[in-house]
């Protein structure tokens, strides 16, 4: 499977005061499912692409606008296969920080890789909201 994206690392640390940013961030496009929660319940819910993807935080294309503070979940179809045989999906969990003309920038509070089970992985995006998954082991 070919990446659908490529990583391009920004430049190093900001030299002027106002870079609050403090993980090297990668510009990546890979499909995205976010949930809005409310506790345990989902308020919403739909599709988008990632911009830029830190150990701390994202961006993402949305066509919506998220209220600051928003708790989202986060299921981003990772590029790289799991010992050239498992999908692997990055969860997230985290809270909005910026939202407006089309994108979205989430502080991660939680994240782990999960595989994709293999019945999932045949049907489209569209059709199955989020699919089984199950934690990966290092």
């Known amino acids: 499977m070919a990446p659908t994206g490529t990583a391009q690392p920004r430049p190093g640390p900001a030299t002027h005061l106002t870079e609050r940013r403090f993980g090297r961030r990668f510009e990546i ?9 409310t506790g345990k319940c989902v308020n919403d819910s739909g599709t988008g692409k990632t911009i830029e993807v830190s150990s701390s935080g994202l ?18 179809d990772w590029p790289i ?8 999906q990055l ?3 985290g809270e909005v920080v910026r939202s407006g003309s089309g994108c979205a920038a989430v502080r991660m ?3 782990e890789f999960r595989t994709v089970a293999l019945s999932k992985r045949r049907s489209s995006p569209a059709s199955s909201p989020l699919p089984a998954t199950r934690r990966v082991s290092a």
């Not at 496009?29 to 929660?37: E, K, P, S, T, V």
Request: aromatic share 8%.
């Open 29 to 37: 496009a890979l499909d995205l499912r976010w949930r809005i929660l």
């Open 109 to 111: 509070r939680h994240h």
């Open 91 to 93: 969860k997230v969990i």
């Open 81 to 88: 296969l799991l010992r050239n045989v498992a999908q692997l």
């Open 59 to 76: 961006s993402f294309e949305a066509s919506r606008s998220f209220p600051a503070g928003a708790n989202l979940e986060l299921s981003i």
